[in-house]
């Protein structure tokens, strides 16, 4: 039974439609509904729905905006961590060639290898393995399954990086780009970055102002 007009005039969106809200205590998360938007980014989006871009152009300048902001070299909006991590892994797959990226989930004859802890293994990896990427287990997560304090090891990466490990095409490190440290393969260097710099959601943590929205 529905609730007389008058007694709806307070309610929100989501109890309009029969939802209930919930209090978030653990931080922007994507199945939580990220986070609260403050009222600066969303005037914003409503007043950019009122027009049409180019799309491609839009990422573009996007990007200059998260890599002026962040330190990072380039940036890219995504519906969330898992996208994020799917679009980024398929960049490492198939570069700037055209005809893998069009072959994309098959990786057949690729580099297509990527290497993750086994004490980090979760739900994530579907989204790396989603765009043709064979994950490969390295290390033993003694601290984590409570029978020892090992992880995994910085030998135990370098180990298992072989020909076969999808990497970015471009070397070039950002100089404010925040590394714990890049493993060496051959004459290769590989950047490894920290978890909060690296494939996040960070709107969030990033103020209105610092992307150019009025404060």
Request: aromatic share 4%; proline share 6%.
């Amino acid at each position: 039974m529905s609730l007389p007009a008058a007694s709806r005039v307070n309610e929100n969106v989501y109890q309009r439609l029969g939802l209930r809200t919930i209090v978030n205590a653990s931080g922007p998360s994507t199945r939580l509904s990220g986070g609260i938007m403050r009222r600066e980014v969303a005037e914003a989006m409503a007043e950019a729905s009122q027009w049409c871009v180019d799309l491609a152009e839009l990422q573009g300048r996007a990007s200059e905006i998260l890599a002026e902001t962040t330190g990072a070299e380039a940036g890219y909006v995504t519906a969330g961590a898992s996208a994020a991590l799917m679009l980024a892994t398929a960049a490492c797959l198939a570069g700037l060639d055209p005809a893998k990226m069009n072959r994309l989930p098959d990786t057949t004859g690729m580099a297509n290898e990527v290497v993750v802890a086994r004490s980090q293994r979760n739900m994530y990896d579907h989204a790396v393995a989603q765009a043709g990427a064979k994950l490969i287990e390295v290390g033993i997560p003694d601290r984590f399954s409570g029978a020892g304090v090992r992880d995994t090891q910085v030998w135990e990466y370098e180990a298992a990086i072989t020909d076969r490990i999808a990497r970015p095409r471009r070397r070039r490190i950002h100089p404010r780009a925040r590394c714990n440290r890049r493993f060496r393969y051959g004459r290769s260097r590989l950047p490894v970055a920290r978890h909060d710099s690296s494939l996040m959601a960070t709107s969030p943590r990033l103020p209105p102002k610092a992307i150019g929205l009025p404060s």
